[in-house]
């Protein structure tokens, strides 16, 4: 076993929070949606696991670079996209912006303010929804809605899981400059729940994320295919059906995370208001 498989979580795309590479999904656009979300997925890993040393992941993500470039072949993962996107036709720079992002989860443990935030999920978000809009050959002038969508699903997953960030990892996304202003600092993620100073720093967090999903909205309305219109619609519901929760609940001791039963219930519920969009987009 390679030391970058001794690192792996196990976790697969149908284990993530929103939909990856769904049924929803042409299948003949499955595949390099596959090899990307597997190269993704192995990085991650790398950067989050909590014992590994930081000069060890950032070899093992080297590694990764230099094989999705041509210059090695020593990560599997790295070298089936290589030859995904050489099939499809596709640029590696998607991959190369997320590699920067897990560079900086090794080495940047804490975000100064909403602006430093932003250019991280630029990296680590930003570039996911990217790739698969190329995948489809959407034009890129969908580019600032899906770039406002993918920082917003950041954002949830940051203060969803800032309690066990924080413990496992000691990595603080939520921005410095917001726990200051309530007086507060990191060591208030270690609490069993969250205090009335820190819900509201989330509250406040998850506000200012409701702008960024507004920005979002007409998102799938700009998507010519139906079947990944459908997907980022259903995206779109279930992160703004999240960002209300995370107004409400304290990520530290309640639960806001949805269930397969959840998911199921908000894409019928929505499914009509789809059908009727593409309808009218269509005359």
């Not at 929804?129 to 969908?142: K, M, N, Q, T, W």
């Not at 999903?213 to 980022?232: H, K, M, N, T, Y």
Request: charged share 25%.
């Amino acid at each position: 076993m390679s030391d970058a498989a001794v690192l792996q979580s196990g976790k697969g795309h149908h284990d993530e929070n929103f939909p990856v590479a769904s049924f929803l999904i042409a299948p003949r656009h499955r595949p390099p949606i596959l090899a990307f979300y597997r190269f993704v997925r192995f990085a991650d890993d790398i950067a989050d696991h909590a014992t590994a040393l930081p000069a060890d992941k950032m070899r093992l993500l080297e590694d990764m670079r230099a094989t999705l470039m041509g210059e090695s072949d020593a990560s599997p993962e790295g070298l089936v996209l290589r030859h995904a996107l050489t099939e499809y036709g596709l640029t590696a720079q998607h991959a190369l912006d997320l590699l920067e992002a897990f560079r900086r989860d090794v080495t940047k443990l804490r975000y100064r303010d909403w602006d430093d935030l932003i250019d991280y999920c630029r990296f680590s978000a930003m570039p996911v929804g990217r790739f698969v809009l190329d995948v489809h050959g959407e034009s890129p002038d969908a580019w600032p809605a899906n770039d406002a969508l993918c920082a917003a699903l950041q954002i949830i997953n940051h203060l969803q899981d800032c309690a066990k960030d924080f413990r496992e990892l000691n990595r603080v996304y939520i921005p410095q400059d917001a726990l200051a202003a309530k007086g507060l600092t990191a060591a208030a993620l270690s609490e069993p729940q969250a205090g009335p100073a820190l819900r509201q720093v989330i509250a406040g967090l998850a506000q200012r994320n409701a702008l960024l999903l507004a920005q979002s909205r007409p998102f799938a309305g700009q998507i010519r295919d139906s079947r990944l219109a459908l997907e980022v619609d259903l995206i779109q519901t279930l992160a703004e059906d999240l960002n209300t929760l995370l107004t409400r609940r304290d990520p530290l001791s309640e639960k806001v995370h949805h269930s397969k039963t959840d998911i199921a219930a908000l894409f019928v519920k929505r499914l009509p208001g789809f059908a009727l969009s593409r309808m009218m987009r269509r005359r």
